[in-house]
């Protein structure tokens, strides 16, 4: 996703009945809640009410797909970003989780209908990690206009 400087309020009718789950890595934790609070701030201030942001937190991004899929089944979402990060390392770890929490997200949005909006950070190294997650790059700002624009296409199909 490219980088916006649209602004969300053109997003704010009837934003404050949606409710988002937001499905959050403890790894890396201090990245992660840059990318939260990041989202959280753009989604309330286009008209989401604070108290229908729900925070679930898991262990690492592996762990992103299984909760995720649960809140898609129980229908009490209008959607979900997801937040991890991902670092290459030595070994093909980085392209197995990176694929697999992908195509696990991509098959849960496609199967409830729910969006379901990949901010998994995967990059070579943590200084790439921190760029994209802290700032004026910060990918919670992103998420939250990704995810408010999917949902408003998908309510008028």
């Not at 949606?18 to 499905?23: D, N």
Request: hydrophobic share 40%.
């Amino acid at each position: 996703m490219i980088q916006t400087s649209q602004s969300l309020a053109e997003y704010s009718k009837r934003n404050h009945e949606f409710k988002i789950a937001i499905v959050k890595s403890l790894y890396h934790q201090d990245l992660t809640n840059s990318l939260e609070q990041a989202c959280r701030k753009h989604l309330i201030a286009s008209g989401v009410r604070e108290k229908n942001i729900i925070t679930f937190e898991v262990p690492g991004s592996w762990e992103i797909p299984i909760v995720a899929k649960n809140l898609a089944e129980v229908k009490k979402f209008d959607g979900i970003v997801a937040f991890g990060i991902i670092i290459k390392g030595e070994t093909y770890h980085f392209e197995i989780l990176a694929e697999e929490c992908a195509r696990a997200l991509m098959n849960i949005a496609l199967e409830s209908n729910i969006p379901v909006i990949f901010e998994i950070l995967t990059t070579y190294n943590l200084e790439q990690a921190r760029k994209r997650s802290m700032g004026k790059y910060n990918k919670g700002k992103e998420g939250a206009f990704a995810l408010l624009k999917t949902i408003k296409t998908l309510s008028k199909s």
